[in-house]
């Protein structure tokens, strides 16, 4: 019996997220009293594939072949499935992000199991098995119990901690069948290049309306830099034009959660806020003290963002 974690890689590397998996997954073992085993699939080097043992991983599947550089849904979810069944896993761990949201219902029908999606914390107990997650755009929090005997289970980024359990776990090599029969052809890569991704960022400086224009965004685009920050923005300002759609969080946007998240001249509606809700730290700046943002936020200005983001900006190159 074992917890599988799929631990995807960018480029041959595992980012946060993967060792936040581990890390609950560990904690979950702990709980149910099975072992953690880390699927990778794709070329990673071995150097990179034993960090997954320093975040409790005890064993390591490695799965490599040049056709799986390109995510297949069909065939990577029939590998995950296959990984489990060799493992006897009762439980398989994705991350809640655009890959696992694709991955993990494939997998539960593979399985026959119980789909828990976008889980914000450790079931309350073991059995039953009850885990928590966010609903209604993040207003509420729901308790589901899951009773079927195999779960897939989806983690939220940015909500648990990445804990060090270092386990010296072995990488063992595994050749799942039908791994090459994929459908997906690649014909060209364009990547993002001179920015921190949105969804990576550990910091993310936003503006809306309030910036009254796209000219403004040079202080934006300047505290960002600072801080090794991400930029972003509200639909409203993507609609306009202001600033790329790649940029837009919120229901409609990308869903983030960094550890700080600054908020200039943004209202708060309800589909902004479903969107960055799940943030650790939100830090608002608005002209109105009535705007919904305040009422989520853990730090708030009532001012105008032009005149706080310079003296803000100061303050940093002070400190």
């Not at 699927?39 to 990179?48: C, R």
């Not at 997650?133 to 195999?150: C, I, T």
């Not at 908020?263 to 939100?282: D, N, P, R, Y």
């Amino acid at each position: 019996m074992a917890i599988l974690v799929y631990t995807e890689n960018w480029d041959g590397k595992f980012k946060k997220l993967s060792f936040e998996l581990l890390s609950y997954a560990s904690k979950l073992g702990e709980m149910t009293g099975q072992q953690v085993t880390a699927l990778s699939i794709g070329n990673v080097s071995e150097e990179d594939l034993l960090q997954l043992g320093d975040y409790g991983a005890n064993k390591i599947l490695r799965v490599e072949s040049g056709s799986l550089d390109v995510l297949d849904n069909q065939v990577y979810s029939r590998i995950i499935a296959e990984a489990a069944g060799k493992e006897s896993a009762r439980i398989v761990l994705l991350a809640n992000n655009n890959q696992g949201k694709a991955l993990a219902p494939r997998v539960a029908v593979r399985l026959k199991a119980g789909l828990g999606a976008a889980l914000t914390s450790l079931p309350e107990s073991a059995e039953p098995f009850i885990v928590k997650k966010k609903v209604f755009s993040g207003k509420a929090e729901a308790a589901v119990e899951l009773k079927s005997g195999n779960k897939v289970l989806t983690l939220s980024q940015n909500s648990y901690k990445v804990e060090e359990n270092k386990t010296g776990a072995a990488i063992e090599s595994f050749s799942p069948s039908g791994a090459s029969e994929g459908n997906t052809t690649r014909k060209n890569i364009e990547k993002q290049t001179g920015k921190i991704i949105l969804t990576d960022a550990e910091i993310v400086v936003s503006g809306g309306r309030g910036m009254k224009s796209a000219d403004n965004w040079g202080n934006i685009e300047e505290l960002a830099d600072l801080l090794g920050a991400a930029t972003a923005c509200s639909r409203p300002v993507s609609d306009e034009g202001w600033r790329p759609h790649a940029e837009h969080t919120g229901q409609t946007g990308k869903i983030i959660a960094p550890n700080l998240y600054f908020a200039f001249g943004i209202s708060g509606a309800i589909q902004h806020l479903a969107g960055v809700s799940a943030s650790k730290c939100i830090v608002a700046i608005n002209t109105d003290p009535d705007a919904p943002i305040f009422e989520a936020a853990d730090y708030g200005i009532v001012g105008d963002a032009q005149k706080v983001l310079p003296e803000l900006i100061t303050a940093i190159k002070q400190a």
